[in-house]
């Protein structure tokens, strides 16, 4: 919802507003809100008003604002479209197990419905401390328009809380209130909201408020088309995206990808790699496809390996630095040295990457001692009966080769890429007559330990010499 919330803000010249609905004390927690933060500065999404840069409709938590709510409510009780509400927990819950078993419509019955607290106490099911109850009139309207879906009806709605027991509004007055005094022209939420429309558009009505534009997305749905549950799949939580390796420029590209549609070039084929500003300059509210959008972990994956191909090599290997060092393949502060490897060995690897997670991977044997190198078991099965032999001329012919290259990458004799290839092939493929898909496995498997590597040739260069030799000589050992 942020990122459709700040396309519109954007192409409209408006403000968007961070607000931290955090009435529901139950299900509060400390580290949400900096959670909310860190994951929406990631995403590149920023907020032009909100708690931590403050505002002219500051505070910006709604815990913060409890004094604002108390007027509307105490306003909602005189007016007769309130009324308190002392049943305890208990006597609703019976109730509604009551309701349940034999098939009536759930919802509250209106027992302290136009009694005193006095009276309400001599009944059964009684607290001391009463919440304050909406009063739903027989001729609620539950049709409204929504700028996504058009012509919306809702179910009817029972007697909403709106103020609880803990002194605390509920989101459906807090939200209200605040959209109002804060000037929200546009309330985009998701679509299990839509029952609870009538409602804010009774409390607008009821206090001479002008009620917004609604816009209801979609929700996003499994490969199995159920409902994505933040309990039962990890893709809910946005933080594991960070976590698993997706660029945010792709994660954005994608979520603007699942609910609207590609962008159009001049010729009018369907684009589907674009930017936020791309997208937020030809944001139409009618283009949302009000069908809950199937979330494809594949589709991403592709685009995230574009963004990562399209990144220059210096900013791709910064982006690496995060997951190398939860690796344990570089340290917090890696030396000038290292990171020039770094960059080397990147560039090697961008075009074999689809998350920033598979790089511990690629890079770790290039900042490994020869004598730690582990070769993989995979790896080794693989060897042939002729790996020895490979081996063997393979540092025949390198140990030929002049160690003074022009430098990472360079082209040239010498220690470089292509002198190492040519001697590789005339000594493996023509002498050995050996094809370069059998005769090349032994090294690779040597030099990365892997069966699945950065290009060869190029990683002895980068390796070196002297480190390329030791590897070489530590397989046809253990042979």
């Known amino acids: 919802m942020s990122l459709f919330n700040l396309a519109f803000t954007r192409q409209q010249g408006g403000q968007f507003v961070l607000r931290v609905e955090d009435t529901d004390r139950a299900r509060f927690r400390a580290d949400s809100e900096a959670q909310l933060y860190d994951t929406l500065d990631w995403l590149g999404l ?35 479209h309130a009324y308190y509400c002392w049943c305890s927990k208990e006597r609703l819950d019976h109730m509604r197990e009551i309701q349940q078993k034999t098939k009536q419509p759930t919802g509250y019955d209106r027992l302290c419905y136009g009694k005193t607290r006095e009276e309400r106490a001599a009944l059964p099911g009684f607290t001391e401390t009463p919440v304050v109850r909406m009063l739903i009139p027989d001729d609620v309207q539950l049709t409204f328009d929504d700028v996504i879906r058009g012509k919306v009806s809702a179910p009817r709605p029972d007697d909403q809380v709106i103020l609880k027991a803990d002194g605390f509004p509920t989101y459906h007055l807090a939200v209200v209130v605040d959209d109002h005094l804060m000037r929200i022209t546009h309330v985009v939420r998701g679509e299990e909201w839509i029952s609870s429309t009538p409602k804010h558009i009774l409390l607008y009505e009821w206090l001479g408020l002008e009620p917004p534009k609604w816009a209801h997305m979609p929700l996003l749905r499994n490969t199995d088309k159920s409902k994505i549950s933040k309990r039962k799949n990890p893709a809910a939580r946005l933080t594991w995206f ?48 009000p069908i809950g959008p199937i979330f494809d972990l594949k589709k991403l994956e592709w685009l995230n390996g574009v963004y990562i191909r399209s990144l220059e090599v210096g900013e791709l290997a910064s982006r690496l630095l995060p997951y190398l060092e939860a690796a344990g393949v570089l340290s917090a502060s890696p030396s000038l040295g290292e990171l020039a490897r770094l960059k080397a060995v990147t560039e090697l690897i961008q075009t074999r990457m689809s998350l920033l997670t598979e790089a511990p991977a690629l890079v770790g044997p290039f900042f490994v001692s020869d004598d730690q190198l582990e070769v993989q078991q995979d790896a080794r099965a693989q060897l042939k009966d002729d790996a020895g032999q490979v081996l063997d001329e393979a540092i025949r012919a390198l140990g030929d080769l002049d160690d003074h290259g022009t430098g990472v990458l360079g082209a040239g004799s010498g220690w470089t ?54 590897r070489l000589r530590t397989l046809r050992d253990s042979l």
């Open 242 to 289: 960070r976590e698993e390796g997706y660029l945010p420029e792709a994660l954005v590209n994608f979520l603007a990808l699942l609910a609207y549609p590609p962008q159009q070039d001049e010729e009018g084929n369907d684009v589907e790699v674009f930017t936020f500003d791309e997208f937020s300059k030809s944001f139409d509210w009618g283009k949302v496809n």
């Open 46 to 80: 920023h907020w032009d008003e909100g708690p931590d840069i403050g505002g002219p409709f500051a505070p910006y938590r709604q815990s913060e604002r409890l004094d604002t709510y108390r007027p509307y409510v105490e306003r909602l009780i005189e007016d007769g």
């Open 417 to 470: 890429a292509p002198a190492i290839e040519d001697a590789l092939r005339t000594a493996l493929v023509e002498g050995l007559g050996i094809k370069p898909r059998f005769a090349f496995g032994p090294l690779r498997t040597a030099v990365s330990g892997a069966r699945i590597s950065p290009p060869l040739f190029e990683s002895m260069e980068i390796l070196g010499k002297t480190s390329t030799l030791n």
